[in-house]
T-cell receptor, first 114, second 114 residues
Framework: AQSVTQLGSHVSVSEGALVLLRCNYSSSVPPYLFWYVQYPNQGLQLLLKYTTGATLVKGINGFEAEFKKSETSFHLTKPSAHMSDAAEYFCAVSDRTNAGKSTFGDGTTLTVKP | DTGVSQDPRHKITKRGQNVTFRCDPI?????LYWYRQTLGQGPEFLTYFQNEAQLEKSRLLSDRFSAERPKGSFSTLEIQRTEQGDSAMYLCASSRGQGGETQYFGPGTRLLVL
């Protein structure tokens, strides 16, 4: 069975500061990895994903994440936070051998202070 | 590409009533997923379809829940004899159908059972 742990249910940063949202996963085989963002009362929007190849993945809105197999991690970063980044962020994994259904973490709420 | 749509966006019902939600996926997507999201948690997988075939159901999907995708296009999720514990956001997603493919999420249907 797969699982995802997001360390820190709430993260607060100042505008312009580094954003770091942590994600660790458990999977018997290297999975596909995803980060999604969810704004209030909306569905999830894909920020980036790792399937194969380069372990540093760049996504939308200046976000990037690095797949580290040895650490079973896929942390999300952004060099400089913007007020519009305030939202809830979900890390997810899906099994390469399965249907593509995803297992999600419990989310991290990002607050950006002016 | 008009995105994934869900109807209704909000539903308030009384305990014991039946409710039905609809999801219209992106037109060329052959996979369709249903997830449930409760407050403070990430989405949890309920079921998925490959075209019209329902290929997997989560243990979360009790026998009060039924989902269909009769023509391989839109899907419905019905909850019979609703309980207060069914209150949640019900999310639909679609994808082209291969592992690692991006799942595109709809805005969700928020259900409140009184």
């Amino acid at each position: 069975a797969q699982s995802v742990t997001q360390l820190g249910s709430h993260v607060s940063v100042s505008e312009g500061a580094l954003v770091l949202l942590r994600c660790n996963y458990s999977s018997s085989v290297p999975p596909y990895l995803f980060w999604y963002v969810q704004y209030p009362n909306q569905g999830l929007q894909l920020l980036l994903k790792y399937t194969t190849g380069a372990t540093l993945v760049k996504g939308i809105n200046g976000f990037e994440a690095e797949f580290k197999k040895s650490e079973t991690s896929f942390h999300l970063t952004k060099p400089s936070a913007h007020m519009s980044d305030a939202a809830e962020y979900f890390c997810a994994v899906s099994d390469r051998t399965n249907a593509g259904k995803s297992t999600f973490g419990d989310g991290t709420t990002l607050t950006v202070k002016p | 590409d008009t995105g994934v749509s869900q109807d209704p966006r909000h539903k308030i019902t009384k305990r014991g009533q039946n409710v039905t939600f609809r999801c219209d996926p992106i037109s060329e997507h052959n996979r369709l997923y249903w997830y449930r999201q409760t407050l403070g948690q990430g989405p949890e997988f309920l079921t998925y379809f490959q075209n019209e075939a329902q290929l997997e159901k989560s243990r979360l999907l009790s026998d009060r829940f039924s989902a269909e995708r009769p023509k391989g296009s839109f899907s419905t999720l019905e909850i019979q004899r609703t309980e207060q514990g069914d209150s949640a956001m019900y999310l639909c997603a679609s994808s082209r159908g291969q592992g690692g493919e991006t799942q595109y999420f709809g805005p969700g249907t928020r259900l409140l059972v009184l």
